[in-house]
């Protein structure tokens, strides 16, 4: 079993950065690829990034490409999300989650993931 806690959540203005943090506890982690989701209110949740058990390949997804960079240390058991000029439609809460050691398929849905965090809210305004 693993367990997540998100932090580093926040108010920034439009063109702003913040960095997520992703601190895992339990069992196993540096065998678990992890992943970014998002949810805006009255939203689907998305995708948003999503990176291999050994941090040698990372996903993103269309909207951010390019302005956010998600990284892992292992030794920390952690994994984070760089957020760099942020939009308002980048307002969201994000997750974080853990795929089952090993696997590297589905990593671009929700089902693909096994363990997932209480959300940290992230608010961008104009």
């Known amino acids: 079993q693993v367990q997540l806690v998100e932090s580093g959540g926040g108010l920034v203005q439009a063109g702003g950065s913040l960095r997520l943090s992703c601190t895992a506890s339990?069992?196993?982690?540096?065998?678990?690829?992890m992943g970014w989701f998002r949810q805006a209110p009255g939203k689907e949740r998305e995708f948003v990034a999503r990176?291999?058990?050994?941090?040698?390949?990372?996903y993103y997804a269309d909207s951010v490409k390019g302005r956010f960079t998600i990284s892992r240390d292992n030794a920390k058991n952690t994994v984070y999300l760089q957020m760099n000029t942020l939009k308002p439609e980048d307002t969201a809460v994000y997750y974080c989650?853990?795929?089952?050691?090993?696997?590297?398929?589905?990593?671009?849905?929700?089902?693909?993931?096994?363990?997932w965090g209480q959300g940290t809210q992230v608010t961008v305004s104009s």
């Open positions: 339990g069992r196993t982690f540096s065998s678990s690829a």
């Open positions: 989650a853990a795929q089952r050691p090993y696997y590297s398929g589905n990593y671009y849905t929700s089902r693909g993931y096994d363990y």
């Open positions: 990176i291999s058990w050994n941090g040698g390949t990372t």
